[in-house]
C-alpha cells in the first residue's frame, strides 16, 4: 500500500537504493551479532554497556508492532473463516455477492448501473461488514464483535505456539516457506489474464520521476525496507543467537534480502494488475480506485480470487498462506520479547509458559482499542508514530555503537571466525558510510517535512492524538539515553574513566565455545587488533579494585583462564526457542 500511496514505479527506486545501501548492510550487522554472542537484545549490549538501552528500545518496538500487528492477522482470520464456510456449503464468497447498494452509503453512487456497483464489492465488504468504521478516531463505536473472537482466537493460537516451542514445528517450515509461492504464483497468473491490467502494472512500472523529489517517498521507502526485514526490532538478533557459531550469515544476508525484496516486487505486480482490472472497470484512474492503508490487500486479493474459477478454494488457500506468513512475523516479535523478558531474569525460565501468556495478555489487552469500529484509525495511528521515526533513531545509534565505538573491523573479524574467510570491504564501506548517512539524511528530512497522520477523508487527526502519538515515539528512543547516564553512575572513577568503562566490551560478550573463542582471539591478534581478553572489562571487579586498569587485567585473566579450561559458557543457550 505504501508503493500505491507514493506514485507506483516512483516508490520502487528508493526501496531499491535502500535496500543496498542500509537494509542489507544493517541485516548482516544484526545476524552476525546475535550468532556471535549467542545472546538476546539485552545481553548482546555487552558489546558497549553504554548503548544497553537500544536493546530495551528494541524490544520496546517489537512489543507496539505485536499489539497492532495481530489484528491484521485476526483479520486475516475473519476472511479464512468465511472462505471456508463458502468451500463447505457450496455458496458464494460474502465479498463475490451482489447486491443492490442502499442510498444511505454516500461512498457508492447510487445512480450507477449494477454492473458497475458490482466491480468494487470487495472494498465494500471490507469497509462496511470487516470494519463497520466510524467516522473518528475517538469515536469507538463499540467492539466489533466478529472481530474480538477472531483477535481472541490469534492470541490464543499465537500462546500456544510460543509455549510448545517454534522448534517442535520445524519440520512443517518447509511447507509453510515454499506453499506461498505457490499461492501467488497461481494469482499472479489470473493477475496478468485480466483485462486491465496492464494499465495498472503500467502504473506499477513505470516511475513518474517528478514523485523522486517527494521526501515522503523516500522517507516511505526506507522505512519499508526496514520493516520488512525486521531491522532494529531485536528480533534478527533474538534468532541468529539460536544459530550455530559457524552459519554463513554472508551467504544467508544475500538469500533472504534479495528474496524478501524479489517476492514484494512480485507480489506488487499481483496488487496493481487487479487494481488495473478495477480501473478499466469502474472507468476511474488507478490511484482513485481503492483506499489505501494497511487494508489495501483485504480489498484486491479478495477481489482477485472472485475472478478465478473455484473461488472458494483459492480464496481459502489464500487466506490460510497469509495466516501462516502473519504468524511468521508475529511469532518472531513476541518470542523477541520473552526471550529479553527470560534473559533479563534468569529465575523465569522454568516458568517460561507463565512468561508467554502473561506477554500475550498484556498485548491483547492493549490491542482492544483497535478491535473497535474506530479500530482501523487507531491501528494507522500505532504504524504511523510507534514505529517509524524511532525505528531511524534506533538503526542510526545502532550502526555508530557497533561500527564506530566498537569497530568495523572487529565486526568483520568476528564474522571471519564464523564463516571461514574475509568478508569484502563493501561491508565495512557501507556500514561506515552509506548506511549511517543515509539513515541520518532521512530522519532530518522526515522531520523537516513532517506533517501530522491524516484520516483518509483528507483531515488531520485531532491535535491530541497527535501529542499522544509522539508521546508513543519516545517510549522506545528515550531508553537510549536513560539507561546510558545509568551505566555511567553504576561504575567508579572519574568522567572519562567511566566513559572508556562502559565503551568497552565486558567479560559476557564472547562465544559460547570455548574453541570459537580461541579462534576469534588468534584472528584479533592475526588482524593486528586487541584481544577480547585483553580489552573486556569486569564491572564486579572494578566496584572491588576501583580502578579501570585493574579491572582490565583481571578480567584478561579470567578470559584466558576460562578459554583454557573450556568453561565458556551461556545462560541464554539454556533457553530454546
Not at 491535535?463 to 539507561?483: D, F, K, N, Q, Y
Request: charged share 15%; hydrophobic share 50%.
Amino acid at each position: 500500500y505504501k508503493c500505491y500511496d507514493n506514485g507506483g514505479g516512483a516508490f520502487l527506486v528508493p526501496y531499491l537504493i535502500f535496500l543496498f545501501i542500509a537494509g542489507m548492510p544493517l541485516y548482516f550487522l544484526e545476524l552476525s551479532l546475535g550468532q556471535f554472542s549467542s545472546q538476546g537484545p539485552f545481553g548482546v549490549w555487552n558489546v558497549s554497556r553504554i548503548f544497553v538501552g537500544l536493546g530495551y528500545a528494541m524490544v520496546m518496538i517489537s512489543f507496539l508492532c505485536s499489539v497492532y500487528y495481530n489484528v491484521i492477522v485476526a483479520w486475516i482470520l475473519h476472511y479464512l473463516f468465511f472462505s471456508l464456510k463458502a468451500l463447505v456449503t457450496n455458496d458464494y464468497l460474502p465479498w463475490e455477492k451482489c447486491q443492490e447498494p442502499e442510498v444511505e452509503f454516500d461512498n457508492i453512487n447510487s445512480t450507477l448501473p449494477l454492473k458497475k456497483t458490482c466491480e468494487d464489492m470487495s472494498q465494500r465488504y471490507w469497509k462496511e461488514q470487516v470494519l463497520q468504521e466510524t467516522d473518528d478516531i475517538a469515536d469507538f463505536g463499540g467492539i466489533q464483535y466478529e472481530l474480538l473472537v477472531c483477535f481472541i482466537i490469534a492470541w490464543i493460537m499465537i500462546c500456544l505456539i510460543l509455549i510448545k516451542g517454534v522448534k517442535s514445528s520445524g519440520k512443517i517450515t518447509y511447507f509453510t516457506a515454499l506453499f506461498p509461492y505457490c499461492v501467488i504464483a497461481c494469482l499472479l497468473w489470473r493477475g496478468l489474464t485480466l483485462k486491465g491490467a496492464s494499465v495498472g502494472l503500467k502504473y506499477y512500472l513505470a516511475p513518474k520521476w517528478e514523485k523522486l523529489l517527494e521526501p515522503e517517498v523516500w522517507n516511505n521507502a526506507a522505512s519499508q525496507i526496514f520493516y520488512s526485514l525486521g531491522l532494529g526490532f531485536g528480533s534478527l538478533t533474538t534468532l541468529a543467537s539460536y544459530s550455530p557459531f559457524k552459519n554463513n550469515t554472508v551467504r544467508m544476508t544475500l538469500i533472504v534480502t534479495c528474496v524478501n525484496c524479489a517476492t514484494s516486487i512480485v507480489a506488487g505486480i499481483v496488487i496493481f494488475a487487479v487494481i488495473g482490472s478495477l480501473a478499466t472497470a469502474l472507468d476511474k484512474p488507478v490511484e482513485e480506485v481503492v483506499s489505501s492503508g494497511p487494508g489495501l490487500a483485504f480489498v484486491v486479493y479478495p477481489d482477485a480470487v472472485t475472478k478465478m474459477p473455484f473461488a472458494a478454494v483459492w480464496s481459502s488457500l489464500f487466506f490460510f498462506m497469509l495466516l501462516n506468513l502473519g504468524f511468521g512475523s508475529q511469532i518472531a516479535m513476541v518470542e523477541t520479547v520473552i526471550t529479553a523478558v527470560v534473559d533479563r531474569i534468569p529465575s523465569l525460565l522454568r516458568h517460561k509458559w507463565m512468561v508467554c501468556v502473561a506477554v500475550c495478555l498484556s498485548m491483547f489487552i492493549f490491542g482492544l482499542p483497535m478491535i473497535s469500529r474506530s479500530g482501523i484509525y487507531w491501528l494507522n495511528f500505532m504504524d504511523f508514530y510507534s514505529c517509524s521515526y524511532s525505528l531511524f533513531v534506533i538503526c542510526f545509534v545502532e550502526v555508530i555503537a557497533l561500527v564506530y565505538v566498537y569497530g568495523g573491523d572487529r565486526i568483520l573479524t568476528q564474522i571471519q571466525a564464523m564463516v571461514g574467510y574475509r568478508p569484502c570491504f563493501w561491508w565495512l564501506f557501507t556500514w561506515r558510510v552509506t548506511a549511517p548517512i543515509s539513515i541520518f539524511g532521512i530522519f532530518v528530512v522526515n522531520m523537516w517535512f513532517y506533517q501530522p497522520m491524516e484520516y483518509p477523508q483528507g483531515h488531520v487527526i485531532p491535535l491530541w492524538t497527535e501529542r499522544l502519538g509522539w508521546v508513543l515515539a519516545m517510549t522506545s528512543v528515550i531508553m537510549i539515553p536513560a539507561l546510558a547516564i545509568v551505566e555511567i553512575v553504576k561504575v567508579p572513577g572519574s568522567f572519562l574513566e567511566r566513559l572508556d568503562i562502559v565503551t568497552k566490551p565486558n567479560e559476557e560478550y564472547r562465544p559460547q565455545s570455548h574453541s570459537d573463542f580461541k579462534l576469534v582471539e588468534e584472528l584479533f591478534e592475526q588482524n593486528d587488533l586487541p584481544k577480547l581478553s585483553e580489552l573486556a572489562v569486569s564491572t564486579s571487579q572494578i566496584n572491588e579494585e576501583g580502578s579501570v586498569a585493574g579491572a582490565n587485567s583481571i578480567a584478561a585473566v579470567e578470559l584466558g583462564s576460562i578459554a583454557e579450561s573450556g568453561s565458556l559458557k551461556s545462560s541464554h543457550s539454556d533457553s530454546s526457542v
